[in-house]
């Protein structure tokens, strides 16, 4: 009895109810997918722009003001490029249409159906081009279904940059709120705590977006050598698939290859789109995040691996992507609090 009453005093314990206080309100949260996605995104909106806003404060400015001329330059670079970038957008909006009509498709898929079977030649011209049609309209449902969601997905998004405003506004008094409430002797532990979360997130947020602008770059750069059309904008999506761990660099490939199917009207653009995605994947891997991330990450291979996995039969797509950061933030937690309950002499064993 008395060693069950020491365990329940001991460090381990505290530990354990530390982390448990962490990671329970994030899974619970999780199960509210649009709430969970909005939060999500206005955090890590917060930690970008959090150092350009406390920049201009630190310059004597009000805080309200800092985040206000903060969000006016990213609404206007957003307009600007906007109105830049929309007669573009609409050339090749109309040029995809026109490349994906009816009669342009049905004589593509006949031209194809007959490539393939003179190749194949124990494969019937009629059955490929009947398999391709079907599997062209189902592809076409999906992206319908696909893009409707977005659509959807879009509008609730309307209410990130109200939050993101207030977190940046409000992030420090919220800070100091929190850690007040604490109890004294859990004070400096608490702190540490969170400034190590915010440490980790921030470096781990700020490295995604620049690996995904590199690996999107370099996509562009060998599509437009490739000869296929559209390459900035193909190279945009590879970028940002990117995130996805694993699954994600051959998701971004799937409308590459479709484009060049209709550019060219064969497959001759498969081999080398797979040697493109796989190339630059080893480059991403064996430099991109090496040098962007350094040592942020402290995971082997395997626990990723098998962190990913739980991410994405829990949450999907979205579960994949925010595994990681959730994982960083569960185990600086348990890591910390140890430290701290024995550094700090809080608690003893």
């Avoid at 797979?274 to 040592?295: G, H, L, R």
């Amino acid at each position: 009895m008395k060693e069950e009453k020491n365990f329940f005093r001991s460090r381990q314990w505290k530990v354990f109810l530390v982390t448990m206080a962490i990671a329970l309100p994030i899974f619970v949260l999780s199960t509210f997918e649009d709430l969970f996605l909005i939060l999500v995104i206005s955090f890590a909106l917060t930690f970008i722009l959090r150092p350009v806003v406390d920049y201009i404060e630190n310059l004597g400015a009000a805080r309200w003001f800092a985040v206000t001329l903060v969000f006016v330059g990213l609404g206007s670079i957003t307009v600007l490029g906007a109105v830049l970038l929309f007669p573009v957008i609409s050339t090749q909006v109309g040029q995809i249409t026109a490349a994906f009509s009816k009669e342009h498709l049905t004589i593509m898929l006949n031209d194809l159906s007959a490539q393939i079977s003179t190749q194949i030649p124990f494969l019937k011209s009629e059955a490929i081009r009947d398999q391709l049609n079907n599997t062209l309209v189902s592809f076409g449902n999906t992206a319908g279904e696909t893009l409707s969601g977005l659509l959807g997905t879009v509008a609730i998004l309307a209410l990130v940059p109200f939050i993101t405003f207030f977190l940046l506004s409000d992030y420090y008094s919220m800070q100091k709120s929190f850690v007040q409430n604490m109890p004294n002797k859990y004070f400096e532990m608490t702190l540490n705590i969170m400034n190590k979360i915010e440490d980790q997130l921030s470096k781990y947020i700020r490295g995604t977006v620049i690996e995904s602008i590199i690996v999107g770059i370099i996509y562009a750069i060998i599509y437009f050598f490739l000869g296929i059309n559209y390459a900035t904008v193909l190279g945009l999506i590879g970028g940002f698939t990117n995130v996805i761990p694993f699954a994600g660099p051959f998701i971004g490939a799937v409308p590459t290859l479709l484009m060049t199917i209709v550019q060219f009207g064969d497959l001759r653009m498969l081999l080398p789109i797979v040697i493109a995605t796989i190339a630059v994947q080893q480059v991403d891997q064996m430099f991109i995040q090496p040098s962007v991330f350094s040592k942020i990450m402290d995971i082997s291979p395997l626990v990723m691996f098998l962190v990913i996995l739980i991410g994405n039969e829990t949450l999907g797509v979205m579960g994949m992507v925010l595994a990681v950061p959730i994982y960083t933030v569960i185990l600086v937690t348990a890591k910390e609090t140890n430290w701290g309950l024995k550094n700090y002499k809080i608690t003893q064993v």
